[in-house]
């Protein structure tokens, strides 16, 4: 997964790459209205707040701003961004509303760039500190590539053939009277000389199940085993007493 650029790029940069990613998340509406359907016509100035707004949001929580010993508002930097969305020209600020790829990024280059000077001329940006996040415990249904049943470990809930009336190589396994899995062989199959496992419905409305919850296993009681670390570990990664 993408590290937060905030973890890994300078402050300085952070600014300018902020400004943009605001700039390109604004709707293409509010774009429009802002550079106008032709040259300096029918603009609506008044969606400037809101964008320098969103983005000073953002800047505050993505660097450390400070002057001097006076504390720095969102609300001021929204106002210097204003300033700066209205000095524009009315040519290029017409531009950031461009069916030309090249046109626009110009004009949001040029923001950007007007952004992070102002930041850096007017405050002192710093990275933000973060306190590093504890390790999340690792859960995959109780089960991972490098993790093997022991050679001596039983099922631990109860087991019983599917049909009462009817003996073979198929149970059902159940705990405190819910059903939580079956096991067994298929012998049509190229895998017949294994066990296939698969977990019960769990009773949770959408389940968060992270890996796979059916495969096979060599013999019964890996497959019940199997079964029931499974079935257990859905259970707790949902919240749910295993």
Aim: proline letters at 5%.
């Amino acid at each position: 997964m993408p590290r937060d650029i905030r973890s890994v790029t300078p402050a300085f940069e952070t600014l300018r790459f902020v400004a943009c990613v605001c700039i390109g998340r604004t709707s293409k509406q509010t774009k429009r209205e802002f550079a106008g359907y032709s040259v300096g016509k029918r603009r609506k100035l008044s969606v400037v707040p809101y964008i320098a707004g969103d983005m000073a949001k953002e800047l505050m929580r993505s660097v450390q701003v400070t002057n001097g010993d006076q504390p720095v508002t969102v609300e001021e930097i929204a106002g210097k961004i204003e300033v700066i969305l209205l000095g524009l020209d009315e040519k290029t600020a017409f531009n950031l509303a461009s069916i030309s790829t090249e046109e626009r990024e110009e004009v949001v280059d040029l923001i950007a760039d007007q952004i992070r000077a102002m930041m850096l001329t007017d405050y002192t940006i710093a990275e933000i500190e973060k306190k590093p996040e504890p390790p999340k415990p690792v859960e995959w249904n109780g089960w991972q590539g490098f993790e093997s049943i022991k050679s001596d470990e039983k099922p631990q809930y109860k087991w019983r053939h599917t049909w009462a009336d009817r003996s073979g190589n198929d149970f059902v396994g159940y705990k405190d009277g819910a059903c939580i899995g079956r096991i067994f062989q298929i012998d049509y199959t190229a895998q017949r000389d294994k066990w296939f496992w698969l977990v019960a419905h769990v009773p949770l409305e959408r389940p968060e199940r992270e890996c796979r919850s059916a495969g096979w296993e060599w013999s019964a009681r890996d497959a019940a085993c199997r079964t029931e670390k499974c079935y257990d570990a859905i259970m707790r990664l949902n919240g749910k007493q295993a």
